[in-house]
């Protein structure tokens, strides 16, 4: 084999090994947590994820799992890049997965977050959150993904764990579902009470009008910050570069007619152009956690006063030191 034959085979070996690494650097897997159906998702979803391929010239590839938890592996794994989280599950991605918060969505209508909510049914006698915790056994309640916020943190946090109460001891039956199926459930008379947030329950409005009437909202939480998005923090810093302009400049430059149609695309997510932000957005959610541990603590009949004063202290010392972070570190 002559000089000039060698060099070609090396030439074509060297760009088989490097063309799957070229190919890897060109996908970008985009996680999207399960708070309605894929279906549902998927038709959401679409036309911004069409946009950010097109813009980034990535092959953006949509990740659905049946559960957050699903999402939340994924990036642990590798499988997901980039992923719409809410705030309790981007907590869990940026503790388990290597995650980093990089943006925070922004509602359309301007409201600084959003509320988790329990709903029941428009013609019940149930009107409070008092009636609900009357816990006389006969509730069938519907909670959210136990990496939901507006769906579990938040309610088992100001609705059970600081009332006291055990909700599989309150209630008939208590089961898991996302944020569309226990709205549906309520609107169909299959649960009694069930949680939502103000997000999707609009969204119910919208597209299933006839369920929406057959629904009331009988609680409202406290603000959650709006939804962060959350990056692998080791992604490849090329793709990093075009992921944060896309997002950062997606509704806000170009022609005219390129920002109106951007704002009509994120419209259809009940958003307005991204803002940056990072971890800190979380702190407020730490917070909560503690807090939400604290409160079950108090109520545990089986832990001494002495114990309870101990593990109390230590999450207090915790929670203080997020506090600190809250007021000195900018949540953007």
Request: charged fraction near 25%; glycine fraction near 6%.
């Amino acid at each position: 084999m002559n000089f000039f034959a060698k060099g070609a085979m090396a030439v074509a070996l060297s760009a088989a090994l490097v063309a799957p690494a070229i190919a890897e650097t060109t996908e970008l897997n985009f996680g999207i947590i399960s708070t309605e159906s894929t279906q549902n998702l998927r038709t959401q979803w679409d036309p911004f994820l069409a946009e950010m391929e097109k813009q980034t010239g990535l092959k953006v590839k949509p990740f659905f799992a049946s559960d957050y938890a699903g999402v939340i592996e994924g990036m642990r794994f590798g499988k997901v890049d980039v992923a719409w989280f809410g705030n309790k599950s981007a907590m869990e991605a940026v503790d388990r997965s290597g995650g980093e918060v990089f943006a925070q969505t922004v509602d359309v209508e301007g409201n600084p977050g959003y509320w988790s909510l329990l709903l029941t049914q428009a013609d019940s006698k149930l009107n409070s959150l008092e009636d609900v915790l009357k816990c006389d056994g006969t509730l069938n309640f519907g909670i959210g993904d136990p990496n939901s916020t507006s769906g579990f943190l938040v309610p088992t946090t100001f609705v059970f764990a600081k009332n006291n109460v055990d909700p599989k001891k309150c209630f008939k039956t208590v089961r898991n579902a996302n944020h569309e199926t226990n709205a549906l459930a309520v609107a169909n008379n299959q649960v009694d009470v069930a949680t939502n947030n103000t997000e999707n329950l609009a969204r119910i409005e919208k597209n299933q009008p006839e369920a929406f009437k057959n629904i009331k909202v009988i609680w409202k939480s406290p603000l959650i910050p709006s939804d962060p998005l959350v990056w692998k923090k080791d992604l490849d810093s090329a793709k990093k570069d075009k992921v944060y302009t896309f997002i950062m400049g997606y509704g806000r430059l170009g022609a005219p007619e390129e920002v109106a149609n951007a704002r009509k695309v994120l419209a259809g997510l009940a958003w307005a152009p991204f803002k940056p932000s990072s971890d800190a957005q979380l702190y407020p959610i730490r917070v909560l956690s503690i807090s939400k541990n604290i409160f079950k603590i108090q109520g545990d009949e089986k832990m001494s006063d002495a114990e309870k004063k101990e593990e109390i202290a230590k999450l207090e010392a915790e929670k203080a030191k997020y506090e600190e972070l809250m007021a000195s570190v900018p949540q953007m």
